[in-house]
């Protein structure tokens, strides 16, 4: 049984768990001063008869803080495979009456979850998808990415609102109401404004906002090299209708002999050279 649990949890086992297998407390303290096992935290340790993996770290580092400690943030991000990076401190949240040191290379967080924002992954608790993808998309640089990835593939947008909201007061919440603001299409016409000033700050002129073209109105649009800039919100959250809509709008602006680049939101915040540098080519070549 020991063997069993030290390869289904990545080579860390609990107190608990060795006495449940049959191993006395003298069995387990022999083997941690002969060097077989290494202490962790208090009744958490690893088999030192192999690597200490990110996964390893994170659950030791769980389980250290007890029995209601949740990995959060990019940790649970981690955990969740949102993303491959490990934080290099680990984010734990903890009830707010619980008691104890903080270990080495760990952030705590103490409050309250709802239990509905809590889930059992691979034997430790974290954060349940939507609010991981809520907190680590306001903790990570690419958070917007991060968030976009998790729409496409894992969450629904109205179920990131509702963690949100349940969660109002922490920290990063004005951030969090922004990027789903944002995911929600409420930030298009932002996204509009930054599109003209980034327009505006690499010099290029010639160009008209909201210009008609094929009875349609362009966000951008070139009338000398017949260029039409489309500032897009998030496909995936868009129906069938207007997808189609959207198409149909294009193939006829395209059909007066126009050339229709698209950016999306992402684009202009986390690559805005490369969308100058497309629209440049784009103007020169026509």
């Not at 935290?41 to 580092?61: H, N, S, W």
Request: proline share 3%.
């Amino acid at each position: 049984m020991i063997n069993d649990y030290l390869r289904r949890q990545d080579g860390v086992i609990t107190l608990a768990q060795a006495r449940a297998s049959g191993l006395s407390r003298r069995s387990v303290q022999h083997r941690v001063n002969s060097g077989q096992w290494r202490r962790c935290a208090r009744g958490v340790y690893f088999a030192d008869d192999r690597l200490f993996t990110d996964e390893a770290r994170i659950r030791a580092t769980v389980w250290g803080y007890g029995a209601h400690a949740a990995a959060s943030g990019l940790t649970a991000a981690r955990w969740h495979g949102l993303t491959q990076f490990t934080p290099d401190v680990l984010e734990v949240t903890v009830p707010r009456d619980s008691h104890g040191r903080r270990h080495p290379d760990s952030r705590v967080r103490r409050r309250d979850l709802d239990p509905v924002d809590i889930v059992e992954l691979r034997g430790v608790r974290v954060t349940a998808m939507p609010l991981t993808v809520v907190e680590a998309s306001v903790q990570s640089r690419g958070g917007m990415k991060l968030m976009d990835n998790a729409l496409q593939r894992h969450v629904t947008l109205i179920s990131l609102w509702w963690s949100h909201l349940r969660n109002k007061g922490r920290t990063g919440a004005p951030r969090a109401r922004q990027l789903l603001e944002t995911a929600s299409g409420g930030a298009r016409s932002h996204a509009e404004r930054l599109l003209h000033k980034l327009l505006r700050e690499a010099d290029i002129t010639g160009w008209k906002p909201n210009y008609r073209v094929a009875g349609y109105r362009v966000d951008v649009g070139f009338p000398g090299p017949k260029v039409a800039l489309e500032v897009d919100g998030y496909a995936f959250h868009s129906g069938a209708h207007a997808f189609q809509i959207d198409r149909e709008r294009q193939n006829a602006i395209v059909l007066r002999d126009w050339q229709v680049l698209r950016f999306t939101w992402l684009d202009l915040t986390e690559y805005p050279e490369r969308v100058i540098a497309v629209i440049r080519a784009a103007i020169t070549a026509r």
